[in-house]
């Protein structure tokens, strides 16, 4: 079963070695550098969501989300997503969602490359 693992900004620096490879994919596909991503996660700007595969004890994709104030709401982005066997994990998108609502968001957008198009 694969599930939604938000990383709380105190637990970046020990999951790093899970999510930086993802990351190194995300800034080699949309012309970061690498580091620009990883200092939008350490300074809290984004935050790490993992999809957890139980099964195989390892993380199947990596998102990043931004929460940002408009007006007097708060207002999730998700910015970032890749991962293994997209199948498997698009599900979780509506959890994404939930997350949001939880952690007190009114609205969420996505902003999506042009390969998530189909």
């Known amino acids: 079963m694969i599930v939604l693992v938000p990383i709380p900004i105190n637990n970046v620096f020990d999951t790093v070695g899970v999510w930086w490879p993802f990351a190194e994919s995300i800034a080699d596909s949309e012309g970061y550098k690498v580091e620009q991503l990883a200092e ?12 957890w595969d139980d099964e195989q004890n390892k993380a199947a994709a990596f998102g990043g989300l931004r929460i940002f104030d408009r007006g007097t709401d708060k207002i999730a982005e998700m910015i970032w997503m890749t991962g293994e ?9 509506a959890d994404v969602e939930s997350y949001a609502r939880h952690i007190g968001c009114a609205g969420m957008r996505m902003f999506a490359r042009r390969g998530w198009k189909p």
């Open 40 to 51: 939008r996660i350490f300074s809290g700007e984004v935050q790490p969501l993992i999809a």
């Open 85 to 93: 066997n997209k199948d498997s994990w698009t599900h979780l998108l």
